[in-house]
């Protein structure tokens, strides 16, 4: 259990640092907006308002909005025969800086990738921070994962119905109306990702259905599904916030590791 949930987290902080510099290229200014750390709300706004999504508009549509905003938080719940798995992820898009947390049951796992450093703590670093950049450590890595971006691009072509699915609801402040969202699986090229509950993308069934609840600014602040009696839930959070990811400080560095 502790090596696969480690290297989940592990896998996630490497794959975002790659791709969030992709997105980053993307952003509005190229090498201005780099400089430029406020959130893009103009370019949200914008955008067709959620009522207007249809199957052709619904990805592209989150995923500008998701790159405009340049930063944010999302958190998979997974919920397990043993309890809830949770992975909380912060992204930086410009400074392709990101940070993940996780639990184990041997305790807690924080995974920040700095300016091309990575920094890992964990039970085995005696509560700081080792410098993994090396990939020397001997803890588990892994190079395939998601980002918040690639989870919403990975249904391009593939979604084949979009429709109400109740009244708007209240989520993390804002209002946004819920959407089930069809998917024919045999048109994805990427999987579901953490949405697909741990089924391989070969052996899901013909149709997935997602909810995704979607408020004005067309920002996705919720996605659930449920994969072979796996239910999952993500929440967006944070959008555009200066999420403080920022290297150790010395005094919170080991080069130590336990049992080495």
Sequence with gaps: MRTTRLTRALTTALVVSTTAATAAACAPGGETAQADRTPAASTASAQPTAGALTTETLVPTLSDVMV????????????????PDVDVVDVDMIQSNNRVRTAVPEGTVEVRSVD?????????TRGKF?????????????AVGVDPVRAVRALYGAVIAVRPAGAPAD????????YD???????LTDGLGDLGGGV???QLPTTVTLTYWIDQQNRLLRATSNVAGTPVEMTFTHWGADLGITAPTEDQMTNQLAGA
């Design 68 to 83: 405009a905003a340049r930063s944010l938080t999302w958190t998979t719940t997974t919920t397990t025969p043993s309890g």
């Design 130 to 142: 080792y410098d993994d950049t090396r990939g020397d450590s001997g803890l588990p890595t892994v």
């Design 171 to 178: 989520v993390d402040g804002a209002s946004a109306q819920p």
């Design 200 to 202: 391989p993308r070969e």
């Design 116 to 124: 091309g450093r990575r920094f890992v703590k964990a039970p085995g």
């Design 181 to 187: 969202v069809v998917v024919a699986t045999s048109r």
